[in-house]
């Protein structure tokens, strides 16, 4: 495989072949617990059968029209993410980093707008991520993103501390056009936001005339136990970019706006030829349509559990647990690189990632069974025991 692709991601020689539930099933017919969900992608597993009856029947009817025209399924979908979200307009895109183009840009054009070129900043903070565009590179907030290879990168854009209150008093000069945040850190270390401190970056931008925008490309589509995470977090930002779960597996984003970001773009700011086809608007509406109150509520109630299960084995390399809903984290001892318990994890039939420098990283499916869950938490706890001998 190695020959045939260019190996970016630095994967696993390992191959699989199909999936069911929270498992999925390699060449050699051995299975393995999922908590990743292609990196929260899947957020109602693999085989959901109404997902693949959904897709299948439009498969028939038509995959892909160009954006010179309307599809019913793209209007079905984007009317009900908009009731389900409450903004007003919305761009779909392929992916999280697309969408948070298109934020970025929206964001210069309501600068532009509003203060003239000047008005160009954009804020983000410090352990961000955000894409892996030269744009969305240069917006993330580690260095080690910013390789010297890549450069130039755009100007326009600083950074600041997550739930740094002192941080808010200086930050929104007269050339910042919006601040982008995530309501839970992901890829960072799923480090959490304040809630009072996202309210007080909603005054303090909003005193200033900037957008505030929510990277909810993970944490968005009932990761964190809402459909939204800034609901929970209390933020109400003007513009929100989603991926990943939007569509449980089918290559899709969007970035929604309302308020003083509604009317900003106009026809030719923005465009992209696969964005928002019929079939990633049928996969998106199962996902909306089974994301109700209940399930979400299970996402709480799971997420919770995994967690109170981590900290009761009290084991010394364990320094924190964290996360919201089904993301979450574990904090592991600097001693130990968390790539090496992921590695152990795969040997022993657990798929699992990281996020930051410490931490190892779960986003298993929404909808993951309680069956699954403890046979997963088994196989980390054998892990993490190894690590402590």
Request: overall charge neutral.
């Amino acid at each position: 495989m190695k020959k045939l692709i260019v190996n970016n991601y630095g994967s696993f020689d390992l191959t699989f072949v199909k999936g069911n539930g929270s498992t999925l099933t390699a060449t050699n017919g051995r299975k393995y617990i999922d908590f990743i969900a292609g990196i929260g992608v899947n957020c109602l597993g693999h085989n959901y059968k109404p997902l693949v009856k959904a897709i299948a029947k439009q498969a028939k009817e038509e995959i892909h029209i160009s954006n010179y025209y309307f599809s019913d399924e793209g209007i079905n979908f984007a009317t009900e993410l908009l009731k389900r979200t409450g903004f007003e307009h919305g761009y779909f895109g392929n992916s999280g980093a697309e969408a948070n183009e298109a934020a970025i840009k929206l964001a210069r054009k309501y600068g532009f707008l509003t203060g003239g070129a000047k008005k160009h900043t954009i804020i983000t903070l410090e352990s961000s991520f955000h894409g892996r565009t030269l744009a969305t590179l240069t917006a993330t907030g580690q260095d080690k993103f910013h390789p010297d290879c890549f450069a130039p990168y755009p100007e326009g854009f600083k950074t600041i501390k997550a739930n740094d209150f002192e941080a808010l008093k200086t930050c929104f000069t007269d050339d910042v056009a919006a601040i982008l945040m995530e309501c839970v850190q992901g890829e960072g270390g799923v480090n959490l936001i304040d809630p009072e401190w996202a309210k007080a970056v909603r005054e303090a931008a909003h005193k200033a005339g900037a957008l505030v925008m929510a990277d909810e490309v993970q944490t968005g589509v009932g990761r964190t136990g809402t459909y939204l995470a800034s609901e929970w977090l209390g933020l109400e930002p003007d513009v929100v970019t989603l991926a990943k779960g939007i569509a449980a597996g089918v290559p899709m984003g969007a970035c929604l706006f309302r308020g003083k970001a509604a009317d900003v773009f106009v026809a030719g700011d923005h465009q992209s030829t696969f964005a928002g086809n019929p079939l990633a608007c049928a996969a998106g509406l199962v996902v909306l349509n089974t994301m109700d109150e209940k399930f979400l509520a299970s996402v709480n109630e799971k997420g919770e559990y995994i967690r109170s299960q981590i900290k009761s084995w009290n084991l010394p390399i364990v320094k924190d647990v964290r996360g919201k809903g089904l993301m979450i984290g574990t904090q592991i001892d600097k001693s130990i690189k968390p790539f090496d318990i992921e590695v152990k994890c795969l040997e022993e039939g657990l798929c699992t990632t990281t996020a930051g420098a410490d931490v190892v990283r779960f986003l298993p499916p929404l909808n993951i069974s309680q069956k699954e869950i403890d046979a997963g938490l088994a196989i980390y706890k054998k892990v993490l025991e190894s690590f402590c001998k």
